[in-house]
Nanobody
Framework: QVQVVESGGGSVEAGGSLRVSCVVS????????LGWFRQAPGMKHEGLAF???????TIANSVKGRFTISQDNAKKIVYLQMNNLKPEDTAMYYC??????????????????????WGQGTQVTVSS
């Protein structure tokens, strides 16, 4: 059973930085994607940053240049580093896992489609 647990959210002033973490356990497949999404009140999930089993990353245009994703492969921890935060970044941030049966294909998902395992989320609040 795959379990996903996020941590590290909190409150920060605009222009500040925050790093959220995600621990994945029970993942036994060789090919997978790890993704960070967010959901603001009344909005759909928004895909932000993705990393595959090989370390390849994809960053959504909406946060490119401010957000980066990285992982500790051995520990199955994935990080989302968020810099120059803006009030519009306020949302619940979720980590999710997509397993793959074969090598190849993009990890990107605009709204979370294809991602089966999700954490409970961690709140990020940015004040102006």
């Amino acid at each position: 059973q795959v379990q996903v647990v996020e941590s590290g959210g909190g409150s920060v002033e605009a222009g500040g930085s925050l790093r959220v973490s995600c621990v994945v356990s029970g993942l036994t497949v060789r090919f997978y994607c790890l993704g960070w999404f967010r959901q603001a009140p009344g909005m759909k999930h928004e895909g932000l940053a993705f990393i595959d089993w090989y370390g390849g990353t994809t960053i959504a245009n909406s946060v490119k240049g401010r957000f980066t994703i990285s992982q500790d492969n051995a520990k199955k921890i994935v990080y989302l580093q968020m810099n120059n935060l803006k009030p519009e970044d306020t949302a619940m941030y979720y980590c999710a896992v997509q397993t793959k049966a074969f090598y190849g294909g993009s990890c990107y998902s605009s709204g979370g489609g294809g991602y089966k395992y999700w954490g409970q989320g961690t709140q990020v609040t940015v004040s102006s």
